[in-house]
């Protein structure tokens, strides 16, 4: 893992600006550039440690992956902490349609707010951040881990 | 060659004889265990039916007061007088398979391992170490009493352990904790302090009065328990910066795994126990067990176990 640098912090910020429509702060946090384009987000703490010593299995937490074309697949909690704040590619489901989401089927959204199809988009459902999710014409194209889908 | 030989020379692992002596002796020695042990520990023998779920707030989610809202439409739901953040919830729906679990707003843990973290009582300035952390309950305590900051290490051995670790980490929107994988017992090596460790060893799970644990535990698995317990406070106590904190827990009610391991600690590792408040329940360490005497150990609690909660263990220990 690479711990980047403050202008690819930025860089990524703008990243996640052009997409969802808001800034998440990540410079108060240390960002990692993992294996498979993963973003890794850890608290700036974690610098107190003397990293060489350990046998090292992860860091932080999953916020998402860089994909072509500057697009961004956020992990469910990196889009928890975007989409708060989200004023562009984000999509509303009803609680039945959350349900169907969240057990891993592909759902036809009832609101879209500044989407932009075959683009990852950021999945609501009244208060709940459920994840995020490409959007084309036919609807949203679920994606959701396995480990993370509610059994039906 | 003779079956009686005292050893198979092509394949020692493949000796009737010896295998067979060693299950006998097993099975003696699982026989030898009896619930009468408990007698003489708690003065009756505890019994235990778990009724419903206990869980506890991911606060790096979710406000209490609003996840009891939502539970509410499960069951009926009533609040831990002893964890602020904890819940019982009584109700028929698994809820490990409910949109709120999936979503990191709880995590499904027994009521007394919520206590270890608290006793801890972990600060955002404070370096950790969890040195048998999966699958990560209290690690993601720890890491919610933080609210995200301060560096805690959260060390496991075996991959599937740390995947659970890791994908409980990854649910609950942990980010101050740095997973890694080594024997416990050989993190002293490391020759990296830390002011705070959580110790909660492997045991014999004793605490669950789980019928088919109990009916697994033998002299046998608990003196290699306590052997490798030993093994690991040793370990972390090396770890532990001066005046550092050291919280030692099992969920094991055998005193070979807990009061006789406070007594190592304090006779040969040079830790001193203190004591601590709790507002539920509980039971001072044995001062005797058998033959033994032990030191200092009228300082650690012992949890009964009830429907609610399972035995436990829980010693602080000072430098």
Request: include cysteine; charged fraction near 25%; proline fraction near 4%.
């Amino acid at each position: 893992m690479k711990v980047l640098e403050k202008e690819e912090v930025e860089n990524l910020e703008r990243m996640i600006e052009k997409n969802y429509g808001t800034r998440v702060g990540l410079n108060q946090f240390l960002v990692l550039f993992g294996s498979e384009e993963k973003i890794w987000l850890a608290s700036k703490e974690i610098m107190n440690l003397d990293m060489r010593k350990f046998p090292v299995n992860s860091i932080g937490m999953n916020f998402g992956k860089i994909k072509r074309n500057d697009k961004v697949n956020l992990t469910i909690e990196g889009s928890q902490m975007v989409g708060k704040l989200a004023t562009k590619n984000t999509v509303a489901l009803d609680e039945q349609e959350a349900q169907k989401f969240m057990q891993g089927s592909d759902v036809k959204p009832q609101q879209e707010i500044n989407c932009e199809y075959h683009n990852f988009v950021i999945v609501k459902s009244g208060e709940d951040v459920l994840g995020s999710s490409p959007l084309t014409e036919e609807g949203l194209q679920n994606l959701l881990p396995k480990s993370r889908r509610v059994p039906i | 060659m003779h079956p009686s030989s005292p050893v198979n020379e092509k394949n020692p692992t493949f000796n009737f004889p010896i295998l067979f002596n060693k299950c006998l002796n097993k099975i003696i020695l699982i026989v030898a265990i009896d619930l009468e042990r408990y007698k003489k520990i708690y003065g009756f023998i505890p019994s235990r039916q778990q009724e419903g779920w206990s869980l506890r707030t991911n606060t790096l989610k979710i406000s209490v007061e609003n996840l009891e809202a939502r539970l509410s439409k499960y069951g009926s739901v009533k609040r831990m007088q002893f964890v602020n953040e904890g819940f019982f919830v009584n109700t028929d729906k698994n809820l490990s398979k409910s949109i709120e679990h999936s979503l990191g707003y709880f995590f499904l843990q027994n009521a007394s391992s919520m206590i270890p973290p608290l006793i801890l009582d972990p600060k955002p300035t404070d370096t950790i170490l969890d040195m048998c952390a999966a699958p990560g309950s209290k690690t993601t305590e720890i890491a919610a009493l933080m609210q995200n900051q301060g560096p805690i290490v959260a060390n496991d051995i075996t991959y599937k352990r740390l995947k659970a670790l890791r994908g409980n980490l990854q649910r609950c929107g942990v980010m101050n904790v740095v997973v890694t994988k080594m024997f416990g017992e050989n993190f002293w090596k490391i020759k990296e302090k830390f002011n705070k460790i959580l110790l909660d060893t492997p045991c014999t799970g004793t605490g669950s009065m789980n019928p088919r644990i109990l009916q697994q535990t033998s002299e046998q698995s608990i003196r290699y328990l306590s052997r490798l317990q030993k093994r690991l406070l040793e370990s972390a106590a090396q770890c532990l910066e001066e005046d550092g904190t050291l919280i030692y827990s099992t969920c094991s009610l055998e005193p070979e795994e807990n009061e006789e391991n406070i007594d190592f600690a304090v006779r040969q590792l040079g830790l001193r126990t203190e004591r601590v408040q709790l507002k539920l329940n509980y039971m001072p360490g044995l001062s005797k067990w058998n033959d033994k005497q032990f030191e200092q150990t009228f300082n650690a609690v012992r949890i009964i176990p009830t429907n609610e909660m399972e035995g436990f263990f829980i010693c602080k220990l000072k430098k």
